[in-house]
């Protein structure tokens, strides 16, 4: 039989890829078995239809097919104008100040994490990420041909641990004079921690400081910043980035899966926060580059509609306040299962808000699969922990699944 594979193509998703496992469950479930589906983060209503915000539906409806062309490389213009108002809100005018800022249209936010580590690592250069993570970021960076090393998500206190950073920043700058740092927040997949004022400004003193010392990029993963108003009106970043003076490069990865609920329109953006305009015309290049050579162009016809709501102040009001009657419903079912988790002695990382809560058991893997011949369907992280979708369970679910997660565990 002859094989026509290339030998460098020749692998295959992880047994912790999210989107293979929630294919299984699928299919379980198109089998007629009454499945609980733990696995995937799309919002899911009590009765299982995907959640909708009417704002995003409304406009959608009226727009989608508004343009049909292609698009530019770089992104619809109104579209990017759109996304910088919303990240930055009234922080934007001292953004645009302080900074020569770039921004580019990307296949949702994993398309600007690839072009990410594309642009800034050479090969076998580091990627940092939290030991705790989504871990489609190591696959990310493998067909970057980059490596990784991990740092500590959380020190004794359980919270951030800075400490962890700056260490494993300088093993980074040791061996290559330039890291490229991941960090997840609010709503942290896979954990929904949240960093609040104090740790935002310790860990912007510690980059500015390690940030002297050689090339240091942060990547600022943002797909969740909407669902993170039960700790804060506003996440403290775009605040710490407008005070300016970093000695370090901040980029920031936009996706409008879970803001909007346009999880297959596959929308987002990478903002890079440069110094000078020929740095800005000099990414701009490369980026088009990148995009030219894998996808061509991003989706015209959702950014052209979405870019008539973030541009519209009375459409982004009601979209916030959408967002946050969704993000409620959500806190309720997270409080149901930490309940839960209580009760039956399980711990759990700290959770704030958002899509996931992640436990932590004797063996994730061993425990996934035997749930999962019960038609239960979660993710296993790593070894020792598991995480579990809070945006696709019932009530009933959630009761269901932490018993038998008692009982196997």
């Given amino acids: 039989m002859k094989n026509y594979l290339a030998s460098r193509s020749k692998q295959s998703l992880s047994k912790t890829d999210i989107i293979a496992i929630a294919n299984k469950a699928k299919l379980d479930a198109a089998k007629g078995n009454k499945i609980i589906n733990a696995s995937i983060g799309t919002y899911l209503e009590e009765d299982k239809t995907v959640g909708y915000l009417p704002v995003v539906k409304e406009t959608l409806t009226k727009h ?55 642009l800034y690592l050479e090969e076998g250069e580091a990627v940092l990420l939290p030991d705790v993570m989504w871990t489609n970021y190591m696959l990310l960076a493998q067909q970057a041909k980059a490596s990784y090393m991990t740092y500590k998500m959380f020190n004794n206190d359980n919270r951030l641990s800075i400490a962890s950073i700056r260490q494993t920043i300088r093993k980074a700058f040791l061996k290559h004079q330039r890291a490229v ?171 704030h808000c958002g899509f996931f809560v992640t436990i932590k058991v004797k063996d994730a893997f061993k425990l996934s699969a035997q749930l999962e011949q019960e038609h239960m369907y979660v993710v296993p992280m790593n070894k020792r922990s598991i995480r579990l979708a809070l945006s696709g369970l019932t009530e009933v679910e959630i009761v269901t699944l932490i018993k038998r997660i008692s009982e196997l565990n």
Avoid: W
């Avoid at 490369?286 to 996808?295: E, N, Q, V």
């Fill in 64 to 118: 989608i097919t508004d343009s049909l062309g292609y698009s530019n490389t770089i992104g619809d213009q109104a579209y990017l104008n759109g996304v910088m108002k919303y990240v930055f809100e009234d922080k934007l005018e001292q953004i645009n100040k302080i900074y020569a800022p770039f921004i580019g249209s990307t296949l949702g936010g994993t398309g600007a994490i690839s072009i990410i580590f594309n």
């Fill in 181 to 351: 740092l991941v960090i997840n927040d609010p709503c942290q997949n896979p954990t929904g921690y949240c960093m609040d004022q104090q740790e935002y400004d310790e860990l912007f003193k510690m980059l500015n400081e390690e940030g002297k010392k050689g090339q240091l990029v942060v990547l600022f993963d943002i797909a969740y910043i909407p669902f993170a108003h039960v700790n804060y009106d506003q996440c403290p970043l775009a605040g710490k980035l407008a005070e300016g003076n970093t000695s370090f490069l901040s980029l920031i990865c936009f996706s409008t899966s879970k803001i909007l609920g346009t999880y297959g329109l596959r929308m987002g953006a990478l903002i890079a926060l440069l110094d000078t305009k020929n740095e800005r015309d000099a990414l701009a290049a490369s980026f088009a580059k990148i995009a030219r050579g894998t996808y061509s162009v991003p989706v015209s016809s959702g950014q052209a509609a979405v870019a008539k709501i973030f541009n519209n102040p009375e459409k982004v009001n009601q979209l916030h306040k959408e967002i946050k009657e969704l993000s409620d419903r959500l806190f309720k079912r997270s409080i149901l299962l930490i309940e839960k988790l209580k009760e039956y002695k399980i711990e759990h990382y700290p959770y």
